[in-house]
């Protein structure tokens, strides 16, 4: 292996370079030297594609580890509802694996927050701007059905919480 660098390599051309005389004649060597620059950027030239070639596959499987991420993650989250929605219809709110690893607990209507069921009946006051999109200010809503007070187009809503642990 030869270990001479391309910046090594490239300096020793540079200082042919300077060497030539007044006629413009060439120092001895220095077509040996510029095509050792042109080899060693041949190498670093391939070690540039290569590198880009695993940098795209590299890519590529973050995508694809993405992908599945998002799969196991809505997979989780159907499995939540299911197991939820037939500890509900069971009546069971609690349930716990003999080893005490497993530990799921169901809350119902524990967790409230505001659906806004038809945007354009609720009152201009509870309407945000948000840059060149005018959208339903939810905590605003929210405290003032908690006040007690009807706002038009939204309730508040609870929803079953499951926890594991």
């Known amino acids: 292996m030869n270990a001479l660098s391309l910046h090594a390599a490239t300096?020793?051309?540079r200082e042919l370079l300077d060497q030539i005389d007044e006629n413009g004649e060439l120092p001895e060597g220095f077509e040996q030297a510029r095509a050792v620059v042109?080899?060693?950027?041949?190498?670093?030239a391939?070690?540039?594609?290569?590198?880009c070639k695993q940098a795209d596959y590299l890519k590529a499987y973050a995508k694809e580890l993405?992908?599945?991420a998002k799969t196991a993650e809505r997979r989780a989250e159907w499995l939540r509802t299911y197991l939820r929605d037939h500890m509900a219809a069971a009546?069971?709110?609690h349930i716990k694996d003999e080893r005490g690893i497993i530990d799921a607990t169901l809350?119902?209507?524990r967790d409230k927050s505001v659906e806004v069921?038809?945007?354009e009946q609720l009152p201009s006051g509870f309407m945000r701007t948000i840059p060149a999109k005018?959208?339903?200010?939810?905590?605003?809503?929210r405290a003032q059905i908690d006040k007690g007070e009807v706002v038009p187009g939204a309730r508040v809503v609870a929803r079953d919480r499951l926890t594991i642990r």
Not at 38 to 44: D, Q, W
Not at 46 to 51: R, S, W
């Open 38 to 44: 042109a080899a060693k950027s041949v190498a670093v």
């Open 46 to 51: 391939a070690y540039i594609l290569e590198t």
């Open 91 to 93: 009546g069971i709110l």
């Open 117 to 119: 069921f038809d945007a």
């Open 134 to 141: 005018l959208e339903p200010d939810k905590t605003l809503i």
């Open 107 to 109: 809350s119902p209507g």
């Open 11 to 13: 300096e020793t051309v």
């Open 66 to 68: 993405g992908d599945r």
